[in-house]
């Protein structure tokens, strides 16, 4: 099984991780997927099923259609991992899926399927505004 005009080589371990990450990434961006550890395995939630995820102490809470699940992550990293066009931070221990958002009011913000109300903090409120209505005129 010789195959003329190819070359082997063995490939480094640390080359293939690359080409692995590289492709891992381009497809969470793509496909809008959020990935985390929960439990030792690796969870992939569409960002369509993600409602928030909530700032505790033993880590980031996340609510979705799929549950709740708690993972350990900077919260700032996680805001800066998400997609903005999905994803804000409305308070100091929320982020929110604005295509959720079914109203607000006052300093805080109901998302569709959610028995909670969300708190809105007054330096957030207009950047929460501003997007909600974009996405609901798109």
Not at 51 to 73: D, L
Not at 81 to 92: A, G, I, P, V
Not at 99 to 127: F, H, M, N, W
Request: proline content about 2%; overall charge positive; some cysteine.
């Amino acid at each position: 099984n010789h195959l003329d005009g190819i070359i082997y080589r063995p490939l480094e371990e640390e080359a293939i991780n690359t080409l692995v990450n590289t492709s891992i990434e381009k497809m969470k961006k793509t496909l809008k997927l959020y990935m985390f550890k929960y439990e030792g395995k690796m969870v992939i939630v569409p960002y369509k099923d993600i409602f928030y995820f909530k700032k505790q102490i033993t880590g980031i809470k996340m609510f979705s259609k799929r549950g709740q699940f708690i993972f350990k992550e900077s919260f700032r990293n996680l805001e800066e991992t998400l997609d903005r066009s999905y994803f804000l931070r409305c308070h100091n221990n929320y982020i929110i899926n604005i295509r959720k958002i079914a109203s607000i009011t006052g300093k805080s913000c109901r998302l569709q399927l959610v028995d909670y109300e969300i708190p809105v903090a007054g330096r957030y409120k207009s950047v929460i505004i501003d997007a909600w209505d974009k996405y609901r005129h798109i």
